[in-house]
């Protein structure tokens, strides 16, 4: 088998952020000022990239050049996307729009595993609740920026209409996983209404938007519950397997496996995301999380008592929201 060369491994990292040829032809014209012939015969391999031409690429799509080259340099490679999610700027969204676009192909790819260790609610549970999604955006205002007209007030947090059309394409692709697993921190929900409840306490949530938190978080425990007992998402009936951990989990960190896209995730203050492609990076990770389910007890499908035991504490926990 003839070995990839550099420029084949670059082009391929083309495809992988932008799955749909249309959409790379369109989005290369714009970046690089390209008409559409000129920009067919670089990816057919027909006239190559200027030097200058990947840098622009590799700057603006996050590429890096330990991926071009196909090298291992001794350090992992991992990027940090900060986004805002009150304000995004467009390299935001674009950056955003890219994340997700890469999930698209979840709706085909055969093999598709994903998995997430978390003591917060995993984005794929909990992004159809709107509230609690901004809640958590809420959650990150207060802590980490310095505009204070958000970080006063529940009510000031408005979801930008880009940002929700992203959200929503996540969800559709995310459910598509062949199999899945959830390991989470047996103070999960404790964690969330302690939260609410701080901020309920000091005023920045009336007791209006406690209440429409309080009804979506037991929202939130039904759609769990239902997932747990049958073993499946109900929107595809695809494979999920849940378990509850029973040593205290620090932080969300999370990998997808398929066969276009290996990545890995550690989830950073509150909302932001550290990832690495790093093909040994990925596998040490899939390897790790793995191992957590040594000291969980799976709750899915199995072990009926304590999944009713677990459920039944977590609504008690909403209830004294």
Same mark, same amino acid.
């Given at each position: 088998? #003839?070995e990839k060369t550099w420029y084949d491994i670059f082009i391929d990292l083309l495809h992988e952020k932008f799955p749909k040829n249309a959409q790379l032809t369109q989005e290369m014209m714009?970046?690089?000022?390209?008409?559409?012939?000129?920009?067919?015969?670089?990816?057919?391999?027909? %006239?190559?990239?200027?030097?200058?031409?990947?840098?622009?690429?590799?700057?603006?799509?996050?590429? /890096?050049?330990? *991926?071009?080259?196909?090298?291992?340099?001794?350090? %992992?490679?991992?990027?940090?996307?900060?986004?805002?999610?009150?304000?995004?700027?467009?390299?935001?969204?674009?950056?955003?729009?890219? /994340?997700?676009?890469?999930?698209?192909?979840?709706?085909?790819?055969?093999? /598709?595993?994903?998995? *997430?260790?978390?003591?917060?609610?995993?984005?794929?549970?909990?992004?159809?609740?709107?509230?609690?999604?901004?809640?958590?955006?809420?959650?990150?205002?207060?802590?980490?920026?310095?505009? !204070? !007209?958000?970080?006063?007030?529940?009510?000031?947090?408005?979801?930008?209409?880009?940002?929700?059309?992203?959200?929503?394409?996540? $969800?559709?692709?995310?459910?598509?996983?062949?199999?899945?697993?959830?390991?989470?921190?047996?103070?999960?929900?404790?964690?969330?209404?302690?939260? %609410?409840?701080?901020?309920?306490?000091?005023?920045?949530?009336?007791? #209006?938007?406690?209440?429409?938190?309080?009804?979506?978080?037991?929202?939130?425990?039904?759609?769990?519950? *239902?997932?747990?007992? $049958?073993?499946?998402?109900? #929107?595809?009936?695809? $494979? %999920?397997?849940?378990?509850?951990?029973?040593?205290?989990?620090? @932080?969300?960190?999370?990998?997808?496996? @398929?066969?276009?896209? $290996?990545?890995?995730?550690?989830?950073?203050?509150?909302?932001?995301?550290? @990832?690495?492609?790093?093909? *040994?990076?990925?596998?040490?990770?899939? @390897?790790?999380?793995?191992?957590?389910?040594?000291?969980?007890?799976?709750?899915? !499908?199995?072990?009926?008592?304590?999944?009713?035991?677990?459920?039944?504490?977590?609504?008690?926990?909403?209830?004294?929201?």
């Amino acid at each position: 088998m #003839e070995e990839k060369t550099w420029y084949d491994i670059f082009i391929d990292l083309l495809h992988e952020k932008f799955p749909k040829n249309a959409q790379l032809t369109q989005e290369m014209m714009t970046l690089l000022c390209l008409e559409r012939e000129a920009t067919y015969r670089r990816l057919r391999k027909d %006239v190559s990239f200027t030097a200058v031409e990947v840098i622009k690429l590799a700057t603006a799509w996050n590429i /890096s050049l330990d *991926e071009i080259l196909g090298v291992y340099s001794g350090q %992992v490679p991992f990027q940090m996307f900060p986004y805002n999610h009150l304000n995004p700027s467009i390299a935001d969204i674009d950056n955003f729009q890219q /994340s997700v676009r890469a999930l698209d192909h979840l709706r085909t790819a055969i093999n /598709s595993e994903y998995m *997430e260790v978390c003591n917060r609610f995993p984005r794929p549970l909990y992004i159809d609740f709107i509230n609690i999604y901004r809640f958590n955006v809420f959650s990150w205002a207060y802590q980490y920026t310095n505009n !204070e !007209e958000f970080k006063k007030l529940f009510s000031k947090i408005v979801i930008p209409y880009n940002s929700y059309v992203e959200l929503e394409r996540y $969800k559709k692709n995310i459910v598509h996983v062949k199999n899945t697993n959830f390991i989470f921190d047996e103070l999960i929900f404790d964690y969330f209404v302690n939260n %609410v409840r701080y901020f309920h306490e000091v005023m920045a949530i009336t007791d #209006e938007e406690k209440e429409l938190i309080k009804k979506e978080l037991y929202s939130l425990l039904d759609y769990m519950m *239902e997932i747990a007992k $049958k073993g499946r998402y109900p #929107e595809t009936f695809n $494979k %999920v397997s849940m378990y509850i951990s029973q040593l205290n989990i620090d @932080t969300n960190y999370s990998y997808y496996y @398929t066969d276009k896209l $290996k990545l890995c995730r550690i989830h950073a203050f509150g909302t932001f995301d550290i @990832t690495s492609r790093d093909a *040994e990076m990925v596998a040490n990770f899939k @390897t790790w999380m793995n191992l957590k389910k040594r000291s969980a007890i799976q709750i899915s !499908e199995v072990n009926e008592k304590k999944r009713v035991e677990f459920f039944a504490a977590q609504r008690k926990i909403i209830d004294s929201l």
